[in-house]
């Protein structure tokens, strides 16, 4: 202990940081690369669906190219891509809201919405 200010030293200390962001980001790069099923992804991050497709968003609006070829037909009925891809390629807006609002009858849900975007943008936007 120094006598001057009284400040005790300390020899040793332990750091603590918060979940590394990058490394998700890495860790669902290489997954998808490897055509893990995203609900796998999702529970070895311990992630929920949501949390996962937002990151997934993170990572094409980037630039990042999201190959989701393997596995989009489990999540979104072939017809029903190609009304939301005529919806994307002929919206100005791209607006989620307003394609459900418009496709709402055919049962879809916004994280269905939300995966064909991510497709979407990571098809034709990078």
Same mark, same amino acid.
């Given at each position: 202990?120094?006598?001057?200010?009284?400040?005790?030293?300390?020899?040793?200390?332990?750091?603590?940081?918060?979940?590394?962001?990058?490394? *998700?980001?890495?860790?669902?790069?290489?997954?998808?690369?490897?055509?893990?099923?995203?609900?796998?992804?999702?529970?070895?991050?311990?992630?929920?669906?949501?949390?996962?497709?937002?990151?997934?968003?993170?990572?094409?609006?980037?630039?990042?190219? *999201?190959? *989701?070829?393997?596995?989009?037909?489990?999540?979104?009925?072939?017809?029903?891509?190609?009304?939301?891809?005529?919806?994307?390629?002929?919206?100005?807006?791209?607006? *989620?809201?307003?394609?459900?609002?418009?496709?709402?009858?055919?049962?879809?849900?916004?994280?269905?919405?939300?995966?064909?975007?991510?497709?979407?943008?990571?098809?034709?936007?990078?």
């Amino acid at each position: 202990m120094s006598k001057k200010n009284e400040i005790e030293k300390v020899d040793e200390f332990i750091m603590k940081s918060v979940v590394n962001k990058s490394g *998700l980001k890495v860790f669902i790069i290489q997954n998808i690369d490897k055509k893990i099923p995203l609900e796998t992804i999702a529970k070895m991050k311990n992630i929920d669906m949501v949390d996962l497709l937002q990151e997934m968003e993170t990572i094409v609006s980037s630039g990042t190219k *999201l190959n *989701l070829d393997y596995c989009i037909n489990d999540y979104v009925d072939e017809y029903d891509q190609g009304d939301m891809y005529d919806y994307f390629d002929n919206s100005e807006s791209g607006d *989620l809201q307003e394609a459900y609002d418009l496709l709402k009858e055919n049962n879809i849900s916004h994280e269905q919405f939300r995966l064909m975007r991510i497709k979407y943008m990571s098809d034709f936007a990078n």
